[in-house]
């Protein structure tokens, strides 16, 4: 739904009724198994990264999104669904001027299983590099950049799925989890190959998806980001804790308004002003 200036993005739980709703930032994320599960007085709601993903290569800034369960639809896997979702129904250019973090020293978060950082850069560029000792992902490109336009993400990213091994989806089943999982919303592998009949979308499809997993991660900072992002081995629980590094040094980025002379940098629409 439409939200006011300054609203951001708020998921509301109509299932629990009394106007029950948390805000997708970054110091509500109170799980990164998975996927990012944000939460606040009980109440939670998981699986959002790819509908912010969507919602940040639209430019939207401000939305109420209302659930009737605790987790946002993993529709097929990809981010595709909700743009086309948010093209049809159309977007309302706010009256105020677009916010963005711009990063002015490079700001890095590192730990055993990989590391994410943010540098400078006039426009917004992601790049990440991905290890799977596995042989059907070997054979995929698994270094990628992107200086990221709504047009290239669109058609370059936003389509990729999740990926899981078919291991992993046997021990969560056993253990009541991933009930939904099938081969219409995920690219599943086996020990050798991928089992999806129809392969996969992109020859990099895997990578991929890790870049649009952090374009919709970095969302929870609150506010679009000019500068590059890199990634090595990082996940949902890396790319937040890299942004509570960010805040952490406050003399390394500051937030800018966009007034009517600039041009926002690529992946911006709206004439620089909010959207809802």
């Not at 003399?251 to 809802?276: F, H, I, M, R």
Request: net charge negative; proline share 3%; aromatic share 8%.
């Amino acid at each position: 739904k439409p939200a006011p200036v300054d609203n951001g993005i708020r998921f509301f739980r109509t299932d629990l009724g009394n106007g029950a709703y948390v805000n997708a930032h970054m110091d509500k994320v109170v799980d990164t198994r998975l996927a990012t599960t944000i939460g606040s007085n009980g109440i939670t709601v998981s699986t959002t990264e790819h509908l912010l993903a969507a919602l940040r290569s639209s430019g939207i800034d401000n939305a109420n999104i209302d659930l009737e369960a605790s987790e946002v639809p993993i529709m097929d896997g990809s981010a595709a669904p909700f743009i086309f979702l948010i093209q049809s129904a159309g977007v309302e250019t706010l009256n105020s001027p677009k916010k963005l973090v711009r990063i002015k020293n490079p700001i890095r978060f590192e730990n055993e299983s990989g590391w994410a950082e943010l540098t400078p850069y006039e426009g917004f560029k992601v790049s990440f590099e991905i290890d799977f000792d596995h042989p059907a992902v070997k054979d995929t490109k698994q270094m990628l950049e992107h200086d990221l336009s709504i047009e290239s993400y669109n058609s370059e990213i936003s389509r990729a799925r999740t990926f899981g091994f078919m291991r992993d989806v046997e021990l969560l089943r056993s253990k009541n989890l991933g009930l939904g999982g099938n081969f219409g919303n995920a690219v599943v592998l086996d020990e050798y190959r991928v089992l999806n009949k129809d392969g996969l979308r992109y020859s990099d499809e895997f990578v991929k998806h890790k870049m649009l997993d952090a374009i919709g991660d970095l969302y929870t900072l609150g506010y679009g980001i000019i500068g590059a992002y890199h990634g090595h081995k990082s996940g949902h629980a890396i790319n937040n804790l890299l942004l509570r590094e960010l805040l952490q040094h406050k003399d390394d980025w500051e937030v800018v308004t966009l007034n009517s002379n600039e041009k926002a940098p690529q992946l911006y629409v709206g004439d620089n002003c909010q959207l809802s």
